[in-house]
């Protein structure tokens, strides 16, 4: 199923790099990853459908309005250049994989890629957990915001040995 896309290219290169000569294009097959991978799991399965229904229908109410452009299109936008970012670096086409470059210009170090993406996960981080104060905040504006923060995710692994049983009853170690 096609999903909905909560941003769009021009608001990814808008709330990240702010560069006008930049092929927003890059963007595309990223938004809808990024959107399922971070923003789904952070907002709750019924927000997230709630905002994805009230866009495809063009009925955002004035407070998802707020939610996704003051938060969520901030956030979305540094996690669709995290992805993006190894492509836009590198093409793939008929003769493999090629690092771009122009006549004026030099491709960056793979640490210096890895640095940039790791800055971009972290902004998208930090985005989100401003949407989780306002949130937090506005509760009752927000009855289906559910990031699962009340399930209780600790192990205690205390040591020991894995046994196997087979259907007879046989313990194997």
Not at 12 to 19: E, G
Not at 77 to 95: E, G, T
Not at 140 to 161: K, S
Request: proline letters at 2%; one cysteine or more.
């Amino acid at each position: 199923m096609a999903r909905t896309k909560l941003i769009s290219n021009d608001e990814v290169r808008l709330h990240s790099i702010a560069k006008a000569s930049f092929d927003v294009n890059k963007f595309s097959i990223h938004i809808i990853p990024a959107q399922e991978e971070y923003i789904m799991g952070f907002l709750g399965e019924d927000l997230f459908n709630e905002l994805i229904e009230q866009t495809e229908a063009d009925t955002l109410t004035d407070e998802n309005i707020e939610l996704l452009d003051d938060y969520i299109k901030p956030a979305l936008a540094w996690f669709v250049l995290h992805k993006a970012l190894p492509f836009i670096h590198s093409d793939i086409s008929n003769v493999g994989v090629q690092s771009g470059n122009t006549e004026f210009s030099n491709s960056s170090a793979s640490k210096e890629r890895a640095d940039l993406m790791s800055m971009c996960l972290n902004n998208g981080n930090t985005l989100l957990g401003t949407a989780e104060r306002f949130l937090k905040n506005n509760e009752g504006t927000y009855p289906l915001y559910d990031n699962a923060t009340d399930i209780d995710t600790a192990t205690e692994i205390i040591g020991g040995i894995i046994l196997d049983e087979d259907e007879g009853g046989t313990v194997y170690e």
